[in-house]
């Protein structure tokens, strides 16, 4: 079991940057794809990014793609979430997840249904 708690959100101006951070608990945090997902107000969730126990392979939404970057560090128990460009359509919810992937070092995840545990979010708020 892993618990994971998310960090980093905040107000910002359009065009602006931020690094959200999502520290896990446990020795396992290697054995664990990594998903960052976001839900903006009366929408559904909706990943952003997700990465391999390696972190060798990622995948970005179309939204995000040449603005955000996922990265993990497996020593640190940590997957973080580099978010410049920011756009006010970013706004929402931030939420990290985990999926227990012994198996695959390679494999990740972009379905929030694959995902066995989740962060209790962080408010990311991009005005223009």
């Known amino acids: 079991q892993v618990q994971l708690v998310e960090s980093g959100g905040g107000s910002v101006q359009a065009g602006g940057s931020l690094r959200l951070s999502c520290a896990a608990s446990g020795r396992t945090f290697s054995r664990y794809a990594m998903g960052w997902f976001r839900q903006a107000p009366g929408k559904e969730r909706a990943v952003v990014a997700a990465i391999s126990r390696s972190g060798g392979t990622t995948y970005y939404a179309d939204s995000v793609k040449g603005r955000f970057t996922i990265s993990r560090d497996n020593a640190k128990n940590t997957v973080y979430l580099q978010m410049n460009s920011l756009k006010p359509e970013d706004t929402a919810v931030y939420y990290c997840?985990?999926?227990?992937?012994?198996?695959?070092?390679?494999?990740?995840?972009?379905?929030?249904?694959?995902?066995?545990?989740w962060g209790q979010g962080t408010q990311v708020t991009v005005s223009s």
């Open positions: 997840a985990a999926n227990f992937d012994p198996l695959l070092i390679t494999r990740l995840y972009i379905s929030g249904a694959e995902y066995d545990y």
